[in-house]
């Protein structure tokens, strides 16, 4: 059994940082590889970073050099840190486990936590 929480987000002002966090409880495995992804109202639910077990990431365009993906396996935890944060940035946040990572693409595993909202206001 794997479960995955989120936690961090709020309400701040464009300019802002904020930094999400993302337990993954499981009595089998690490980490692995993940995923960040947000959704915002509307909208599909879509990819913003990914990382390995070895700490390789991806970001996608509108997050890159905003946005940094980090992890401490010893408390099974990964984090967003999210600075100059824009309006657009609004949404829930994701995170994902248990999918399979590339240079290039993350494809999402099946254990996903319950999503954190982050409302950036102008």
């Known amino acids: 059994q794997v479960q995955v929480v989120e936690s961090g987000g709020g309400l701040v002002q464009a300019g802002g940082s904020l930094r999400l966090s993302c337990v993954v409880s499981?009595?089998?495995?690490?980490?692995?590889?993940m995923g960040w992804y947000r959704q915002a109202p509307g909208n599909r639910r879509a990819l913003i970073g990914s990382?390995?077990?070895?700490?390789?990431?991806n970001y996608a365009d509108s997050v890159k050099g905003r946005f940094t993906i980090s992890r401490d396996n010893a408390k099974s935890t990964i984090y967003l840190q999210m600075n100059n944060l824009k309006p657009e940035d609004t949404a829930v946040y994701y995170c994902?486990?248990?999918?399979?990572?590339?240079?290039?693409?993350?494809?999402?595993?099946?254990?996903w936590g319950q999503g954190t909202q982050v409302t950036v206001s102008s």
């Open positions: 990382q390995n077990s070895r700490g390789g990431t």
């Open positions: 994902n486990t248990g999918g399979t990572w590339t240079s290039t693409d993350y494809q999402a595993g099946e254990y």
């Open positions: 499981s009595r089998t495995f690490g980490i692995g590889a």
